[in-house]
């Protein structure tokens, strides 16, 4: 009997180690460990053995059926794995191919530009404002102090509609428009569509796109400026830039300072960038004119500030390194692609 | 303005080199558009005197010179000119010589003979006819002047540096070598030299030309006589500086006064006295009155114009232009040389009106003092007996219009301020000498009165108005790299920050980002009538802003919709290939409240959207459509075909909410589609501004997840094949009763298993009671009060 239930696990053994199906595993596993089962059948056919050879016999078919199990789950989890394994590698998919739906897409890189600026200010404090792009002469020119024979009031420079209502010709309006409704301190950024009689070429466009900050408040002076416009160069143009002032003449401040940067492509020692001079114009700047405060109720006597104006376009080519400000209104996709 | 260096050098000394000057006039305020050189290619060349001429041994057309170039040196030097004499004045090329081209002379022997240089022709030398009429002759250029040795570029002058310099427009001032020499003296501290103006006069018995002023735009009138006049050419010297300055040399008494107005600024004009009937009359200008400038051109005066006349005619325009009867022929003998100061505004408008600038007009625009004129006036009295161009008669004339008394003559103004304001506003510290010192260099008088000081500002500096004009010299003077910078250091606290429409507009261009979209910015201004083209009938787009003298008609009016730019921008893209164009731009159109415009336009911001290329684009812009709509809070919004002339009837949608049209999206029509040249094309536009009313309106408040299970019924109808699929949506929501959770259209078959001229449409609905678990009677109930009002509705079958 002991043989006999011996042979069965040897044979048993041999039949699990060439199985490589788990369905012929468990069938195999029934055939001989089921309740019908043959070693299953030992166990029944107890009864016809003799009471001293009983428990010992039981205890070669318990033996035999611990040692069974034990070899069943084995294969069993070697095949399940198995079975995983070529399940993973059927599913497997070319990851290559190429997406077909819908990607987002981009703002213009103008737009980037000025949000970033107006990020910075609004950081130290400034609020934002965007008024009317067409104006009367009142807030584009005599409320900033020029002339009624300055050149920028001619045709030839300044779009009209009417002979007392232009297309802004700077977003300084803005700021005459903020300081008759808002008592100092001012810290404002006035930004938005202006329009010049240019006719369009590489650097020149009838309509573009200015930012201006303006800063009220008593005691400010030519070093505030200078201050906030350094933090400001190193902020859009990279650490380490400085800035330089040279006198330059706006009748809406006094004094007035043209801002150059020193260049970021170069470091100051020249390149086709910066046309070999180490610095790059970036904005028009000065201190506000006392007659402008006065003619918006700010006593001058009181109150100082400065002003700063900037070509966003101009900014926005320094940046990306465009050549041709006309590619920027063309709305190619192929332009606008490139600025994701 | 062109500033030739030496002239600049008479009254200033400028003992730097010009790369360093050029870095010095930016820093006070004057930037350098050139640095212009003259014959820069042309070295080695001197003047030579042709003492011998022979006949080359070897060859008939060759002759062989000696050439005296100075220093005790012989050349001989062989030629094929002809027109060459012993005794002549040539140029020659000395062996090392650079020529125009990048020609170089060596030592070169020639049919046997060794020639040592080469005599030149003007052209060799790159000079023609402008600066020497000898120098385009065909030949060698025979030279009327230089000294034997002396090199070619200083005889002409050739070896200066001109600086293009661009002046501020507030310093009319700066307009002239003298003003400029002034500010160069105050950055460098040298002194300036005073202007020669003593001139010689003759006591004659020529009477003073009378003038007499009848229009009160011309604040000054001055002149003075000159006769024994012998028109000739100027000497080099000026007529170069002339020429460097970008003018062009006419005879010596019109040389004079263009050499005067560059030197100091001040316009004049020399009038053949001979000519003139009965004196001078400044007057207006009559009605359409016509008069022939030195320009031969014929011109109708405008209103308000001012003229120079005599008794009987206008002969100049004045400040801007001489006329062509009394200018100065060859023939002139006595000249009336006018000195005068026109207002600017009135010079300005009448050389805008008639399209005609000239160097005295744009010298009047800027502005000049009322001594100015008789500066120039007796500088050009100089010159003329300098040049030895005519004999001065003493006479001078003065004229003032008769309602400016001599009490109300300019005075200087006087600034009274003190260190401590000019340092206030630079916000740095500075010595009371250092603002002296730096003041009185440009012509300010200072005099202390306990702390204040009073600053005297001379008149050629009107641009000076108070302390701050000053604080500004001296730092330009005193250098900008004085100012340190402080950070926010007198700056208050504030709360800075976007509006929150401006923050809503921002949110609305990244939802179109992640849409797929890429931010246009298209024109403001259109082609006049584009509203038109695209069918519009609506009174307020159609009158559109019209600007007054527009750049092209392409920029000829602002825009009162985006749609047509935006075609455009797709037109643009379509021709170029991009066969995928996915666009919005979020800006303003300009509404007028009345044509011509009178006021303040209304400007609105639009967000418009096209799209082409690609499949299921209707879905695709419904989509976006429908995120704008969630975003601002409109969940209930209906559409109906649009009535926009250029969409597409049957392809389109106007969506309105609560009747208020908020947008419309849809395919653009086959006739805008042509007229824009632009396929397969769809747009949408929203009132940006109407949007950010429903956004503000928005209010989002949590409602509690649901606790209990809900039922999911599907259901498929047949109607006839016309019926709409929000209809049928709307009328299961209408019938279903509260439990309705939500309702989907899943499927939509046409074809044999339907009848023809109907359809299936499958809904998936959801039944939820937030206080218990559903039964399927909840469910089945008001699936057949659904089905009935289908069946009333659409006369629906249940499939």
Same mark, same amino acid.
Request: proline letters at 4%.
């Given at each position: ?339 994701v | 303005m062109k500033f030739p260096l030496k002239w600049l050098q008479e009254y ?16 006070i305020g004057f930037e350098v558009e050139e640095i212009i050189t003259e014959c ?207 003018? *062009?040399? =006419?005879? &010596? /008494? $019109? +040389?004079?006064?263009?050499?005067? %107005?560059?030197?100091?600024?001040? !316009? ?122 005519? *004999?001065? =008669?003493? &006479? /001078? $004339? +003065?004229?003032?219009?008769?309602? %400016?008394?001599?009490?109300?003559? !300019? ?52 641009d000076i108005d108070n302390f701050t004009d000053l604080a500004e010299e001296i ?60 069918? =519009? ?263």
């Amino acid at each position: 009997m002991q043989e006999i239930i011996s042979q069965l696990v040897n044979e048993t053994e041999k039949a699990i180690s060439v199985t490589n199906e788990l369905r012929v595993l468990n069938d195999l596993k029934v055939e001989v460990l089921g309740k019908s089962g043959k070693l299953t059948a030992y166990l029944r056919g107890l009864k016809d053995v003799s009471a001293e050879e009983r428990p010992k016999i039981g205890q070669y078919v318990n033996d035999a059926r611990v040692k069974l199990e034990g070899a069943f789950d084995k294969a069993e989890t070697i095949l399940k794995q198995a079975d995983l394994n070529r399940k993973l590698a059927e599913e497997k998919i070319d990851i290559t191919l190429p997406y077909s739906g819908k990607s987002r897409g981009a703002l213009h890189p103008l737009t980037q530009v000025r949000e970033r600026i107006i990020g910075y200010f609004v950081s130290l404090g400034f609020g934002v404002v965007d008024t009317p792009e067409i104006e009367t002469d009142y807030y584009n020119f005599s409320a900033l102090n020029i002339p009624p024979d300055h050149p920028a009031r001619d045709a030839q420079d300044t779009l009209f509609v009417a002979d007392n209502i232009v297309l802004r010709s700077h977003t300084s309006t803005g700021q005459i428009r903020v300081m008759e409704k808002q008592k100092p301190p001012i810290k404002v950024i006035s930004h938005g569509r202006v329009y010049r009689a240019d006719e369009p070429d590489a650097t020149h466009s009838p309509m573009f796109h200015q930012l201006e900050g303006l800063v009220i408040d008593k005691g400010v002076t030519m070093c505030d400026l200078k201050g906030i416009l350094d933090g400001f160069a190193s902020f859009i143009f990279g650490a380490g830039t400085t800035t330089r002032l040279r006198p330059s003449y706006f009748p809406f401040t006094e004094p007035s300072v043209e801002v150059d940067a020193s260049c970021a492509g170069c470091k100051g020692a020249g390149c086709r960038i910066c046309k070999g001079t180490g610095w790059i114009e970036i904005l028009g700047a000065g201190i506000v004119n006392r007659r402008v405060l006065e003619g918006c109720g700010i006593n001058p006597d009181i109150y100082s500030g400065f002003a700063f104006g900037m070509g966003l376009d101009r900014i926005t080519t320094i940046l990306y390194g465009i050549n041709d400000l006309r590619v920027m209104f063309d709305n190619d996709m192929r332009f606008l692609k490139q600025f994701v | 303005m062109k500033f030739p260096l030496k002239w600049l050098q008479e009254y200033v000394k400028i003992d730097m080199p010009v790369s360093e000057l050029v870095k010095l006039l930016p820093s006070i305020g004057f930037e350098v558009e050139e640095i212009i050189t003259e014959c820069e290619d042309i070295s080695g060349v001197v003047v030579g005197k042709i003492t011998a001429l022979n006949k080359h041994p070897n060859a008939d057309k060759l002759q062989v010179c000696d050439i005296d170039i100075g220093g005790g040196k012989n050349n001989v030097i062989v030629t094929g000119a002809r027109n060459i004499a012993v005794g002549n004045l040539v140029p020659v090329a000395l062996p090392g010589a650079k020529l125009v081209g990048d020609m170089s002379i060596a030592v070169a022997d020639l049919r046997g003979v060794t020639s040592y240089g080469m005599l030149c022709s003007g052209q060799e030398l790159g000079i023609g006819a402008e600066v020497c009429p000898n120098a385009a002759v065909d030949g060698i250029w025979i030279l009327n002047e230089g000294k034997v040795g002396e090199d070619i570029k200083k005889v002409f002058g050739f070896d200066d540096v001109t600086l293009d310099i661009s002046i501020p427009s507030n310093r009319g001032d700066c307009y002239s070598i003298y003003g400029m020499a002034r500010e160069i003296a105050a950055a460098t501290g040298k002194k300036l030299k005073p202007l020669d103006l003593d001139f010689v006069a003759t006591q004659s018995s020529l009477e003073a030309v009378p003038v007499s002023i009848e229009y009160n735009e011309c604040t000054r009138y001055m002149g003075a006589t000159a006769d024994n006049i012998r028109i000739k050419e100027s000497p080099s010297v000026i007529r170069h500086r002339l020429r460097q300055s970008g003018m *062009r040399p =006419i005879n &010596n /008494i $019109v +040389d004079i006064t263009n050499y005067v %107005l560059l030197e100091v600024g001040q !316009p004049l004009h020399a009038f053949d006295s001979k000519l003139l009937n009965g004196g001078i009359v400044v007057r207006q200008a009559f009605d359409k009155e016509k008069l022939r400038a030195l320009d031969e051109v014929e011109y109708t005066l405008p209103k308000g114009s001012m003229v120079i006349a005599d008794k009987s005619k206008g002969l100049a325009i004045a400040g801007v232009m001489g006329g062509e009867y009394s200018g100065i022929t060859s023939n002139t003998s006595q000249i009336f040389i006018e000195s005068a100061r026109f207002n600017k505004g009135n010079i300005r408008a009448t050389s805008r009106a008639l399209g005609l600038r000239s160097a005295s007009s744009a010298r009047f625009e800027k502005g000049l003092d009322f001594l100015s004129p008789e500066i120039g006036l007796k500088r050009a009295l100089v010159l003329v007996s300098k040049l030895k161009a005519g *004999r001065v =008669i003493g &006479n /001078i $004339v +003065d004229v003032k219009p008769s309602i %400016l008394s001599i009490t109300i003559l !300019p005075q200087n103004k006087i600034i009274k301020t003190s260190v401590k304001d000019i340092a206030g506003i630079l916000g740095i510290d500075i010595k009371k000498t250092v603002v002296v010192k730096t003041l009185n260099s440009l012509g300010i008088t200072t005099k202390s009165e306990g702390s204040k000081l009073l600053c005297t500002i001379p008149l050629y500096r009107e641009d000076i108005d108070n302390f701050t004009d000053l604080a500004e010299e001296i730092i330009r003077l005193i250098g900008y790299d004085k100012i340190t910078p402080t950070f926010m250091q007198s700056l208050s606290v504030t709360q800075g920050g976007k509006t929150e429409y401006a923050i809503f507009c921002d949110r609305l261009k990244d939802m179109m980002c992640a849409g797929g979209l890429y931010e246009a910015f298209n024109y403001s201004f259109v082609k006049a009538g584009r509203a038109l083209a695209l069918g =519009i009938t609506d009174k307020t787009l159609l009158s559109e802003i019209k600007i007054n003298s527009p750049l092209s008609e392409d920029y000829a009016v602002m825009r009162t919709q985006t749609i047509s730019g935006m075609l455009e921008s797709v037109s643009l893209n379509q021709k170029r290939g991009n066969a995928t164009v996915r666009l919005f731009e979020l800006g303003r159109v300009y509404l007028p409240k009345t044509v011509p415009v009178k006021e303040l336009p209304v400007e609105r911001d639009k967000l418009t959207i096209a799209i082409s290329g690609g499949a299921n684009i209707f879905e695709e812009i419904k989509g976006i459509t429908n995120d704008i709509m969630r975003f601002c809070g409109v969940d209930d919004y209906k559409l109906n075909y649009s009535k926009q002339p250029f969409l597409h009837g049957g392809i389109s949608a106007d969506i309105t909410a609560d009747d208020t049209c908020l947008g419309y999206f849809g395919k653009v029509h086959p006739m805008t589609s042509e007229i824009f040249e632009v396929s397969d094309c769809f747009v949408a536009c929203f009132d940006t501004n109407t949007l950010f009313e429903e956004y503000q309106a928005k209010s989002v408040r949590f409602a509690p997840l649901p606790k209990y299970p809900g039922i999911s019924r599907d259901i498929a109808i047949i109607v006839g094949e016309n019926v709409l699929a929000g209809d049928v949506v709307e009328a299961i929501k209408q019938s279903a009763g509260e439990l309705l959770e939500r309702v989907k259209l899943f499927d939509v078959y046409k074809g044999s298993q339907v009848e023809t001229g109907n359809k299936s449409m499958a809904y998936s609905l959801f039944f939820r009671d937030s206080t218990r678990t559903l039964i399927d009677n909840d469910a089945d109930s008001a699936i057949t009060k659904i089905l009935k009002k289908l069946s009333d509705d659409f006369g629906a079958k249940l499939r």
